[in-house]
């Protein structure tokens, strides 16, 4: 997982305005997704926008540490030289890490800002979180702790 540095974010309005006027957008349940190609970008910049609409400071905050997560773990799929633009929808609030990431990940397929190489599955998601519906947290507490006998 990469470290977003601060020169990798945009910060001017007119970075943001451009991106919405030359470049594509898709948009999902809980975000916006647009992109633009720009061959005189040394890397990949990003923006972040999560309006008052989403909620509290503390929901908006919630918000941009989850989608600044997902472009930390997939933002070494995107060629670099692009400008991506997250637009966080209302209903980001109530979404949980895992709805905005699928979401994202499906309108950067959309987009097709993705490099395909390294495509594979859920296998993004975190090992440690199970979400087959096997034994889990549940299981601990009985005779062995869990363990298998």
Known sequence: ?????RAMSMKRRSE??????EGRSVAGRFMVLAAMADPELEGLKTGLITSRKVGNAVTRNRVRRRLR????????????????VVVAR????KADFH???DEWLHLA???GILEAAHERGNSSRDPRVS???GA??????GPGGGMPV
């Open 90 to 93: 209302v209903r980001a609030g």
């Open 109 to 111: 397929r959309r987009l």
């Open 1 to 5: 997982m990469m470290r977003m540095p």
């Open 131 to 133: 979400t087959d519906g």
């Open 69 to 84: 997560a997902i472009l930390s773990r997939h933002g070494e799929r995107v060629p670099s030289r692009h400008y991506v």
């Open 136 to 141: 889990g947290a549940e299981d601990a507490g």
């Open 99 to 101: 709805e905005l990431e």
């Open 16 to 21: 943001f305005a451009r991106v919405r006027k």
